[in-house]
């Protein structure tokens, strides 16, 4: 599930003429998944490339085509007007070059002309197209005319074409377009201008080339801050262990594995961070002398195996005492006792600003679980009395934002 304030929101789907109009169904489910109600306009072009019954079977709605603009079927309902004035967000995707011709000029000849035209909900534009047609001059003077009116026009993808070129054109996942519909839907950016280094999930140690110690932890709630704080406006990185999840668009990514790893990604992107936001999960030892060699099994049976392990850098501990006083460290307490008191220790020890601390031993919480619930400890020079969030961990990522957007110094 998406954000609390993302959902049920009323999206004005335009579809054009592209081949990847045969991956609207899959973007329409996505939405009403998330709880959105969803109209489509689908041009007669694009009708040729994915079914209208299809579409409005999954919508539950009759899907509006070009011939609406013209007929008199609705009486006094206009509906370029009355689809215009639903909406919460009108996203074209995919919008052919043409359709981006028309959204430029205010060419209202078609009803998703008329209805660009008419919307004065946020627009985002998904351009998938040859990539030839993509790069030239005319497409791009239509897409800067668009975004210096303050509507969106989404990069697209690279890789291979349908026209069988290779290259820049291709319509983005229903997730990176779901992504980008909530940035432009989060009216209140608190975090415009804000840089923040998220990292998130585990990290392996490596044992010998096959083998390493690592954790159990998803890395989601990680991912569902660096989102939400991509939606408030931040300029996010993201350093991540190995997490299986879909990185969040609009955010930079920068993959790690060991804790020093993580420690040297997190060590070069500190200077030009204003918050740094530690939900990873990090090993705090590795092994002494890893094993260019697979291990093999003792020849005695029930022979033992001894590993010597030493300590990994503390990521959390060495920011607290490098960074400068405007800079808002954050770190999290999995514990499974004293919560708070470690908390407390925690905040002096690593001199950090907060701390979210859960207790990983209540049943259903913290690691790899989709329910969380969070205390957030401020340090004592803030006077903030410990706020408590729990719920998805969405609610809790924004949950966890609010309270640093309460100690973020002004500029
Ligand atoms: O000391 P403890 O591991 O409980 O502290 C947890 C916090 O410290 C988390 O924010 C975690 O990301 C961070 N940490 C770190 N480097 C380590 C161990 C923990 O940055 N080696």
Known sequence: ???????????????????????????VRAWLKQGCEVEVVL????ASLVSPLALATLIKRRVWRDKDLKSDDMGWTIPHISLSAWADALVVAPCTANVLRMAAAGDSSTLLGAVMLACEAPQIFFPAMNSRMWAHPATKTNAAALMSRGHRVVDPDSGPLACGYEGKGRLPSAEAILDETWYSLRADKDYAGRKVLVTAGPTREYVDPVRYMSNPSSGKTGYAIASEA???????????????????????FIAAESARDMHDACMSALPDSDVIIKTAAVSDYRVKQFSPQKIKR??????????????????AF??????????????FAAETQNVRE???????????????????????SGFASDFNSVEVFFAQQYGMTPRTFSGGKWEVASGILDSIAAILPGR
């Open 342 to 364: 470690n908390a407390i220790s925690k905040i002096e020890r690593k001199n950090l600003d907060l701390v979210a601390a859960n207790d990983v031993a209540t049943p259903g």
């Open 318 to 331: 060495e920011i607290g005492h490098r960074k400068r006083p405007s800079q808002i460290l954050v770190g």
């Open 230 to 252: 991509r939606y408030r406006g931040a300029d996010v990185t993201l350093v991540s262990g190995p997490a299986h999840l879909r990185v969040p668009s609009g955010v930079t």
């Open 298 to 315: 003792g020849a005695a049976s029930g022979a033992s195996l001894t590993l010597e392990l030493e300590q990994n850098p503390d990521i």
């Open 43 to 46: 041009t007669d072009m694009g």
């Open 1 to 27: 599930m998406p954000p609390q304030w993302a959902r049920d929101k009323k999206i004005l789907l335009g579809v054009s003429g592209g081949i990847a109009a045969y991956k609207t169904p899959e973007l």
